[in-house]
């Protein structure tokens, strides 16, 4: 039932019923942006207006204090979450880049002992990440038991922890933290990716952004 004489109104229709299911901005764009692209690219019909898109709110991103972090650090009784939280904390990794770490590439050290590991991000764009000596060596002892990965599965032989494994970890952490401290903000902040925003913040009190930019492995400085 779709012709040129009323594509213009389905797709205003569309995004009707897209805002009625309450989704995100962001969701709802992709929705008609991949609609739009569709319509142009593989029918016979052409919708030549301009794409409205729903207008996005930016919102704060949500990160722990250098003091929270050592917070949660003193309540960790596990070696595992200890070190995940260091090494997302001193060099801002994604975590399913830092699950990929293996053992051999903590062997690539500076004069100083620091590790020097290249990163392969999104898009397959590639940075090189600086671990600290001293978490380095914590590193090596933690995994010198295992096959391949520094952080690696109990279930699942030579194969790293999975991201969600680590953000279950992490809600059992912060859970525990809210209860001692009586308070919500760990089980709203202590998460793998605001750990790389405590990192970002950190490094733009101390660097230029184009260089913290570079750290995070960012597209587009707008990112940042």
Do not use: C, W
Not at 146 to 152: A, D, G, M, N, V
Request: proline residues 2%; hydrophobic residues 30%.
């Amino acid at each position: 039932d779709i012709n040129q004489e009323n594509i213009n109104q389905i797709i205003h229709d569309y995004k009707a019923y897209l805002n009625n299911k309450n989704l995100k901005a962001i969701t709802i764009n992709q929705h008609l942006i991949i609609l739009k692209t569709f319509i142009n690219e593989y029918t016979q019909l052409s919708y030549d207006k301009d794409l409205k898109l729903i207008k996005m709110t930016r919102k704060k991103p949500h990160y722990l204090t250098t003091q929270q972090i050592q917070t949660a650090l003193n309540y960790t009784e596990d070696k595992t979450d200890e070190l995940i939280i260091k090494l997302l904390t001193s060099t801002g990794l994604r975590i399913h880049e830092a699950l990929n770490i293996t053992k051999n590439e903590l062997e690539n050290t500076d004069e100083t002992g620091n590790a020097i590991i290249t990163i392969i991000g999104k898009n397959t764009k590639t940075r090189l990440i600086v671990i600290p000596g001293k978490l380095t060596r914590q590193l090596k002892r933690y995994s010198q038991d295992h096959k391949k990965y520094i952080f690696e599965s109990d279930r699942k032989e030579s194969k790293p922890l999975t991201s969600r494994s680590i953000q279950r970890r992490f809600q059992k952490l912060a859970t525990r933290i809210d209860k001692k401290e009586n308070t919500t903000l760990y089980s709203e902040n202590l998460k793998p990716h605001n750990l790389r925003h405590s990192f970002a913040i950190q490094a733009l009190k101390n660097n230029e952004i184009n260089y913290v930019k570079e750290f995070l492995g960012h597209e587009n400085i707008q990112t940042t």
